[in-house]
């Protein structure tokens, strides 16, 4: 029994109740927690003397994190059902009490937990960077099931509970309190208190009249988000869909009815393929908080000062990161004006943070006084860790370590920020080439949460320990990769660049080839992402691991033409698309290049051919070069692989990253499909001998039911 409502009771009539867990985990609604509110709640309508219930949380950083998706994802449908009930039941026993009931909030009070908020009279919340409020379920393939869609519509009107259930997003104190979703943003200190005034109003008067929740235009703000719905997803989300409806239907349903909606809904989402890798998804994240490299006999001192050396888009993206986690950081560049640049991104990237409610002016200063700019060399010192994030030169790279290794008499990790460039032939310069490892992190440095920590054959297992408890800290998510070309993320998605690139070459048009992959569900087209990149650039890493890496495929020498030609992607202004003028944020299809190429494929009736044939021969590649990072080990688990591809690449959630996807499709089929095309295109198609074996015995990358499996096996205790 962890899940406990602790209750007290005041002279004054007021009871508190305190959510806590006895292993002092964050909150969650399970079946224990379902029970505790029951037989709070009964007791509770029997008490003569109640004036009034405040319910607050023990925990310092979550108020009540939602229903426990571990318990609700190994449901039955009827099981769920019955959760459903219970917790809808439950809440509607919490609404209906004669006495005014509020909740003081602070961290974080999301899905379930907003909804029980919701249940009761008032919401106070606190102003803390750690509050954020909200109703996620979309984003995990769900609904809100526990009264949500109909109390929601109820208290802030249709058209903001679209918003806030369709978006699926955490909003931040000042943003929720613009929407409605809570009566009151205090500092920590006095959320309490600010609660208690509240109750001492009485029960809340009946809700606001919203224009929205008009049947005429209920139906209009729903249609539209409907189809706002469906030009951002392109239907591959049945859950937004499905709750706008119910959302809409809700607001002018019965209760009973709008209950039943909701659990039929639910139930129908629960089902999908979406809602179950959009879950594992969820798993996947909260695995990747927690990897680690036990390692006894040798432990590295805590990590206290972060030399960052090169001030370039990554440099100035990490000093940013890590100085707002409240770790001190010494920035510097050969090039003063380079220093001036990065100081500049910090600056321009705190400033956004701020804007957006997620650092508070104090704290974004705070993060400002903690990096200091050097130009020259500063002495190392114990709890410093260097990461180097200059340009990708082999040559470069190794003087400077071996110069950093002379100067640092402790025992420190170094790191290095390369793309695809080997750790271990960084490391040759150096004496002790234990000391380095890999920090990949992801571009842009705050917006992607994937850091792949990078273990060279060298490696001391204590600086890779180091370097996952840093990742941890700085509240970033790891996978470890072995030291091979590209690591994981770059390794199959250059193959998948290619590809595409050669599906150009060979006539299809490039926003066709972009089409057919938004539609199935990636989130920008690869022809767009080589220009996003640069095509000098991409055409370099991927003669890079074509060069480490027999197997892949060359790209065509049509991307070299047009790199000669000073067609660079967006940089120039001009590659597959056009970014000129008024097409700088719009960009159009560049139809000059048709001249390079000598055939094109566009015809009509072989559109819808066309389109699948596109996204074939792109996913079958990425899935071979996956099935074969894992086959080498370059990661050790398929999570590993799936996490690092949707994290890292944005690879479509919904269906679960590329091993879960070819899992689903039937690994003899894709073993087929592969032998097929590599008969007609090459080598590059030739299955892999993982999924060759696989496929002969009849096996798959996920067996136990693509469960994802709680432990990592970097957890394991490993001795050196
Ligand atoms: P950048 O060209 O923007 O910045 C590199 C900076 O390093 C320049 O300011 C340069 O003056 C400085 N520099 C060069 N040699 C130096 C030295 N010996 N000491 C001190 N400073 C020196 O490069 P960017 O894009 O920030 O990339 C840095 C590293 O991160 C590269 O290894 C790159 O492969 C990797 N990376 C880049 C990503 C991207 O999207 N740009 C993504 C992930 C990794």
Redesign the pocket.
Same mark, same amino acid.
């Given at each position: 029994m962890n899940q406990r409502i602790l209750r007290q009771c005041g002279n004054d009539g007021l009871r508190v109740w305190t959510l806590a867990r006895v292993d002092g985990k964050p909150n969650l609604i399970d079946e224990t927690f379902l029970e505790e509110l029951e037989d709070a709640l009964a007791s509770i309508g029997k008490d003569p003397v109640a004036k009034g219930l405040l319910i607050r949380s023990s925990h310092p950083s979550v108020f009540l994190a939602g229903a426990d998706l571990s318990q609700l994802s190994r449901k039955s449908s009827s099981d769920l059902d019955g959760l459903l009930s219970r917790g809808q039941d439950a809440f509607a026993h919490l609404a209906k009490l004669s006495i005014p009931t509020a909740c003081a909030i602070e961290g974080a009070c999301l899905g379930g937990g907003y909804e029980m908020a919701l249940a009761c009279d008032y919401r106070v919340l606190s102003d803390s960077a750690k509050a954020v409020i909200g109703l996620p379920e979309t984003s995990l393939g769900l609904l809100p099931g526990w009264g949500g869609c109909f109390r929601l519509p109820r208290l802030v009107g249709l058209f903001r509970a679209l918003t806030i259930v369709v978006s699926g997003k955490p909003f931040r104190p000042a943003k929720a309190r613009k929407l409605g979703m809570v009566d009151e943003i205090v500092p920590g200190e006095l959320v309490e208190p600010a609660a208690k005034e509240w109750l001492a109003r009485g029960k809340r008067s009946p809700g606001e009249f919203f224009f929205t929740n008009l049947w005429p235009v209920a139906r209009f703000v729903s249609w539209r988000a409907s189809r706002e719905v469906l030009a951002r997803t392109r239907g591959n989300y049945p859950a937004p869909l499905a709750a706008i409806k119910v959302l809409r239907k809700a607001t002018f349903a019965h209760f009973d009815e709008a209950m039943s909606l909701e659990r039929r809904a639910f139930a129908g989402l629960a089902k999908t393929a979406a809602a179950r890798n959009l879950v594992s998804y969820f798993f996947l994240r909260e695995r990747a908080k927690k990897v680690d490299y036990s390692f006894k006999s040798k432990r590295l001192p805590e990590i206290r000062r972060v030399h960052v050396?090169?001030?370039?888009?990554?440099?100035g993206g990490i000093a940013q990161w890590v100085a707002s986690r409240g770790i001190d950081v010494v920035l510097?560049? #050969?090039?003063p004006d380079?220093l001036s640049d990065g100081l500049r991104t910090v600056d321009r990237l705190l400033g956004k943070a701020r804007a957006r409610g997620i650092l508070s002016a104090v704290d974004a200063r705070a993060a400002m006084d903690r990096i200091t700019p050097v130009s020259k060399a500063v002495p190392l010192r114990e709890g410093d860790l260097v990461i180097e994030?200059?340009?990708?030169r082999i040559g470069?790279k190794r003087s #400077?370590f071996a110069d950093l290794e002379k100067r640092s008499e402790y025992d420190m990790p170094f790191a290095s920020?390369?793309?695809a460039l080997s750790i271990d032939s960084m490391s040759v310069a150096m004496t002790d080439r234990g000391r380095l490892g890999g920090l990949?992190?992801?571009?842009p440095v705050h917006r992607m949460e994937l850091v792949e920590v990078i273990r060279g054959p060298h490696t001391d297992p204590a600086v890779v320990e180091s370097l996952l408890g840093f990742v941890r800290r700085i509240g970033k998510r790891a996978i470890l990769c072995k030291d091979s070309p590209g690591f994981l993320v770059n390794r199959i998605l250059v193959p998948y660049l290619v590809e595409a690139a050669e599906l150009w070459a060979e006539g299809w048009s490039a926003d066709k080839i972009d089409e057919a992959m938004l539609d199935f569900g990636m989130p920008m087209g690869p022809m767009r992402l080589i220009d996003e990149i640069g095509l000098d650039v991409a055409a370099h890493v991927a003669n890079e691991l074509k060069f480490r890496l027999s197997h892949l495929g060359s790209p065509p020498d049509l991307l070299e033409r047009m790199v000669g030609q000073g067609l660079l992607g967006r940089k120039s202004g001009n590659g597959f698309y056009f970014y000129k003028g008024k097409n700088r944020h719009n960009p159009v299809l560049n139809h000059e290049l048709n001249s390079l190429r000598h055939k094109t494929k566009t015809s009509s009736k072989k559109e819808k051919k066309g389109k699948e044939e596109i996204i074939d021969r792109m996913i079958l590649v990425m899935a071979n070069e996956a099935a074969r990072c894992l086959e080498e080990g370059v990661v050790d688990t398929p999570e590993d692989v799936d996490f690092g591809m949707i994290a890292g690449a944005g690879w479509a959630p919904f269906r679960g990253g590329p091993l879960r996807h070819a899992d689903s499709q039937g690994l003899s089929q894709i073993v087929t499909r592969m032998e097929r095309l590599s008969r007609k295109d090459g080598n590059r198609f030739r299955p892999c001998g993982l999924l060759l074996d696989l496929a002969r015995h009849g096996e798959c990358f996920y067996p136990n039911r693509g469960v994802v499996s709680k432990s990592h096996p970097a957890t394991t205790e490993r001795t050196k």
């Open positions: 050396i090169g001030a370039g888009v990554m440099g510097s560049d #050969l090039s380079a994030a200059i340009v990708e470069a #400077l920020n390369t793309s990949h992190f992801f571009n």
